[in-house]
C-alpha cells in the first residue's frame, strides 16, 4: 500500500451512518453538491421571477371587452394596438427621452468623480469616496424624494438662492414649464430631471470607478508621452478603456428611470410616464391587459438595448 493510498484513506470519510454516506456521495460526485446548492434558488427564479414575466406576456395578449369592461381571455393584438395611439405613444417617447437624458447626466457629471477616486484618491480619501457615493443609497427613497420637493419648491431653498443671484428669471421661464399650479421646479419636467439624476447618480459612479481603476497608468503616460494631448488621450485612450463601465452604468440608470413611477408622480407634472401608465390602468382604470403591455416595452427597450451593446463588444471588458 502506497503512501497516497493511506493518505487518501484517512482524508476521505469513511464513517458509518447517513451522514458519512451522504458526505462520501458528494466527495466523490462533487457536481451532485454544486446541483443541490443550485436547484433552491433556480426554482425560485424560474417559478417567481420568470413565472411572473409569463404571466404578465400572457396577460398583455388578452383585451378588455367595451361594453362590459371585463377581460376577455382570447388571444389578441389589440391590446398592442392601443399602444400606438398618439396618447400612448407619447407616453412612451417621453419616458425615453427622460430615461436617455437622465443616463447622459449621470454619466457626465460621474465620470469626473469617479476619474478624481480612481487615479487620486489614496487611503482615507478613498473610504470618503465611497461614504460619499454609499450614503443616499442607505436613506429611504421616498425620503430623498419628498426632500427634493422641498428643495425644489416656490419657498425652497433653491428658489431663494437664486433670489439672491437674481436668476428667479429661469424658474419663472424654461426651467419650469411645463407646470402645473404654478411656476416652481417641483411641479416640472426639469425638476423630474433633476430628482432622476440625484436618485440614480451612485448606480453609474460605482461601476465607472471600477473601470477606470482597471485603466493601467502607463497607457496615459505614454500618450502623453508620444505628444497626445489631454483631450486626445481622453477620446482615444481613456474614454474607450472605460466605455464598459459607463454602460454597466447606463443599464441602471437608463433601466430605473423608464419603469419608475415614484418620482414623477411626487415631482412631475400631469403628463405620465410609462410607470405611472401602468400603476393607473392596473389600478383605477382596471385595464390589466393594457398595463402588462406597457411593462412589456421597457423590457423590450431594454433588450435592444443590450443587443446593440453587446454587437458593439462593450461587454467584452466587463
Do not use: C
Not at 411626487?266 to 390589466?288: E, P, R, W
Not at 398595463?291 to 438595448?305: E, H, L, R
Amino acid at each position: 500500500m502506497t503512501a497516497a493510498t493511506v493518505t487518501a484513506g484517512a482524508i476521505l470519510p469513511g464513517r458509518g451512518g447517513a451522514a458519512g454516506s451522504l458526505s462520501d456521495a458528494f466527495w466523490r460526485h462533487p457536481g451532485l453538491l454544486l446541483f443541490l446548492m443550485l436547484t433552491p434558488p433556480l426554482i425560485w427564479l424560474g417559478v417567481v421571477y420568470l413565472g411572473s414575466l409569463f404571466a404578465l406576456l400572457m396577460q398583455s395578449f388578452f383585451a378588455v371587452d367595451e361594453f362590459s369592461g371585463m377581460v376577455v381571455r382570447e388571444f389578441t393584438l389589440k391590446t398592442y394596438g392601443e399602444l400606438l395611439r398618439p396618447s400612448n405613444l407619447d407616453i412612451i417617447l417621453r419616458t425615453v427621452v427622460m430615461a436617455g437624458l437622465v443616463t447622459i447626466a449621470s454619466a457626465i457629471i460621474a465620470f469626473p468623480i469617479a476619474y478624481f477616486a480612481a487615479r487620486h484618491a489614496r487611503g482615507r480619501w478613498k473610504a470618503v469616496f465611497y461614504l460619499g457615493v454609499m450614503l443616499p443609497l442607505w436613506s429611504s427613497y421616498l425620503v430623498k424624494v419628498y426632500a427634493w420637493k422641498l428643495i425644489l419648491a416656490k419657498e425652497g431653498i433653491l428658489t431663494w438662492v437664486f433670489e439672491r443671484l437674481h436668476l428667479t428669471f429661469l424658474i419663472d421661464g424654461w426651467l419650469a414649464l411645463p407646470v402645473v399650479g404654478g411656476n416652481s421646479l417641483s411641479v416640472s419636467p426639469t425638476g423630474t430631471f433633476l430628482v432622476f439624476v440625484y436618485v440614480w447618480l451612485p448606480f453609474m459612479i460605482l461601476p465607472v470607478q471600477a473601470a477606470l481603476e482597471r485603466v493601467p497608468g502607463n497607457l496615459l503616460e505614454a500618450s502623453a508621452d508620444l505628444g497626445a494631448s489631454p483631450r486626445q488621450t481622453f477620446a482615444h485612450v481613456l474614454l474607450p478603456l472605460a466605455l464598459p463601465g459607463v454602460i454597466a452604468g447606463s443599464i441602471f440608470t437608463f433601466s430605473l428611470t423608464l419603469g419608475d413611477y415614484i418620482v414623477p408622480q411626487i415631482i412631475g407634472t400631469s403628463h405620465l410616464f410609462i410607470g405611472m401608465a401602468v400603476y393607473a390602468h392596473q389600478g383605477t382604470a382596471g385595464n390589466i391587459p393594457l398595463a402588462a403591455a406597457f411593462t412589456v416595452v421597457p423590457v423590450v427597450i431594454m433588450g435592444i438595448y443590450l443587443w446593440l451593446a453587446r454587437r458593439a463588444g462593450a461587454f467584452n471588458a466587463l
